[in-house]
């Protein structure tokens, strides 16, 4: 007699990490879709507000937009959470 196993699947949402929103947002800012770009580094954080790279790719993409405010919060976010990370140290907080 064969057993029936049921298989669940995890949702789509828990499916999905902050490294893989963050990659993805990379993927779309490289192609000039910033506003994308800005709702998956923001969803990124939303899951872990210390992913750095988020953080700092949040900042890169706002200043693409022209938010240099909002971008040197994020920025300095990105330095408090990880003052060691080369790179984060470009708007010279």
């Known amino acids: 007699m064969k057993r029936s196993r ?4 995890p949702s789509r949402s828990t499916r999905i990490s902050p490294k893989r929103l963050n990659n993805l947002g990379v ?3 490289d192609k ?7 709702e998956h580094y923001r969803k990124a954080i939303q899951i872990n507000p210390n992913d750095c790279n ?7 993409a706002l200043t693409a937009k022209g938010h240099f405010d ?5 920025y300095r976010q ?6 060691n ?3 984060t140290f ?4």
């Not at 990105?78 to 003052?83: D, G, R, T, W, Y």
């Not at 470009?90 to 907080?93: K, T, V």
């Open 54 to 60: 988020a953080l700092d790719n949040l900042g890169f």
């Open 70 to 74: 909002e971008a040197i919060e994020d």
């Open 6 to 9: 049921t298989i669940t699947r």
């Open 85 to 87: 990370r080369p790179g």
């Open 32 to 38: 000039g879709r910033f506003d994308e770009a800005i």
């Open 27 to 29: 993927v779309l800012a």
């Open 78 to 83: 990105a330095i408090q959470v990880n003052s």
């Open 90 to 93: 470009f708007i010279g907080a």
